[in-house]
């Protein structure tokens, strides 16, 4: 190696240009037309069907009062049909029967006397 200058060669780097890549922004995709239309039709159907069950619990209440008004009217018409059974009984007496009798006027033969059995 000898002393000899050598000619110094200068490594010039070349310039790195740092180029700033710019990420397009993520845009949220649009919602599509039949995702809207698909939307509308659930929502639609969702709202018809809420409908539906509280139209129909509706008339299931109003089915339930008239029959209870009816329950109640029956209940009723047995306590008045008991009441003048009761009274029936009341008033067939034999007792009560005899003594109306003789105040009419009417006497009592052994011999015409029939035996009716009831219920």
């Known amino acids: 190696m000898s002393n000899l200058a050598r000619k110094q060669q200068t490594y010039v780097q070349p310039k790195s240009t740092t180029e700033v890549k710019i990420k397009p922004l993520h845009k949220r995709s649009q919602i599509t037309l039949g995702e809207k239309l698909l939307a509308a039709l659930l929502i639609a159907f969702v709202s018809f069907m809420a409908i539906k ?15 209870q008004k009816t329950e109640s009217s029956i209940q009723q018409k047995i306590k008045v049909r008991d ?11 034999y007792d009560r ?15 015409n006397i029939k035996v009716v059995e009831g219920k």
Request: proline share 0%; net charge positive; hydrophobic share 40%.
């Open 53 to 67: 069950v509280i139209s129909t619990q509706a008339a299931i209440y109003s089915i339930n009062k008239d029959i």
């Open 97 to 111: 029967i005899r003594a109306i009798a003789k105040k009419k006027g009417l006497k009592l033969n052994d011999k």
């Open 83 to 93: 009441d003048l059974k009761m009274q029936v009984n009341d008033l067939s007496r």
